[in-house]
């Protein structure tokens, strides 16, 4: 567990999945154990949001979840089920991310934003995945090119709607 006083950011994320169910199953799968007693919360964020608008919590924004290297224990990871680059995350010719958010699914993520500005007094920052983890790795098709490990939440996110309705300020990697 943390103090909700340690939390000063929110990480919007894309599942590059096709689907609630699908990003879950990954969400699920234990990778990083935490010291406490209630285990690992695996490779997940706290809150996803369907395309749909609804809104599920998995977990809870005391603990600590494993969505961003290097930023978990002061973040609030935030996934948007949408395809992304599926099923070819790594494919040098497949790094466009053409799939838009559905309006309902932005309402809903400004919404749950300024709900977690009022419950999280310190929440103040906000970045997208790809502005945090820039690191670069071999591409599938190709190991002599390079493609970015993260690219979420992509181009197609709306920043100046969702910073202009749920104002916080944006964080980008040091």
Not at 50 to 65: N, S
Not at 81 to 94: C, E, K, T
Request: charged letters at 25%.
């Amino acid at each position: 567990m943390r103090p909700l006083s340690a939390v000063d950011l929110v990480v919007i994320h894309c599942t590059e999945l096709p689907d609630l169910a699908m990003a879950r199953d990954y969400g699920e799968r234990v990778l990083y154990p935490e010291p406490d007693a209630a285990g690992g919360t695996g490779n997940s964020g706290h809150f996803y949001i369907d395309r749909d608008g609804a809104v599920h919590r998995y977990v809870a924004p005391d603990r600590i979840a494993h969505h961003t290297r290097g930023y978990n224990p002061r973040s609030i990871g935030i996934e948007l089920v949408n395809a992304g680059r599926y099923p070819h995350w790594l494919d040098s010719r497949h790094q466009a991310m053409n799939e838009a958010y559905a309006p309902v699914q932005i309402d809903a993520l400004i919404d749950l934003l300024n709900g977690l500005r009022k419950d999280i007094p310190s929440l103040r920052l906000i970045a997208g995945h790809e502005e945090l983890d820039t690191t670069e790795v071999e591409a599938s098709d190709d190991p002599a090119r390079k493609v970015r490990r993260k690219r979420d939440p992509g181009p197609l996110f709306p920043w100046p709607q969702v910073l202009q309705a749920a104002p916080l300020l944006r964080l980008t990697a040091l």
